[in-house]
């Protein structure tokens, strides 16, 4: 039986999609071969996405390429070598992301990104699960309209 913990409050998956280290074969993949409707973000041709609508599920799909997740996390392109390599991501929009943050530190987890606002205006606390999925608690304001 699972119990609700007060305070995190998840909304809905904001976004979830395979951790790349390959952007070709990501691509031969999901778009050559499973057809997803995929496409390289403007600006950023290493990270694939399914524009809001065509890919029903989750609010975001995308392949996000090994050196911008830690990049993300730890502010180099290079994943450290003393943490699990992660195989996915998966991101949880949240009501009160301080409070689900104080609630993962009280419990005991290794946060690896804590409330932080990243350039693209959302805000994200970053762990890797116990499976090592790279896991996200986000405040993703376009994702709430």
Known sequence: MSQILPGVDVLFIAGFGPISRNTESSYGFYVETLG??????EGNSDYL???EGLLQGVKHFAVWPLSQAA???????????????PQGWIEYEVQDLASATRILRDKGYRLLVAN??????????????????????????????
């Open 49 to 51: 996405l399914a524009e």
């Open 36 to 41: 997803l409707p995929l496409k390289p973000m």
């Open 71 to 85: 990049t993300s996390c730890f502010g180099q392109e290079q994943w450290p070598a003393d943490h699990p390599i």
């Open 116 to 145: 932080r606002t990243e350039p693209w205006g959302q805000t994200v606390t970053r762990l890797l699960s116990p499976e090592g999925l790279l896991t996200g608690l986000t405040i993703t304001p376009w994702l709430r309209g």
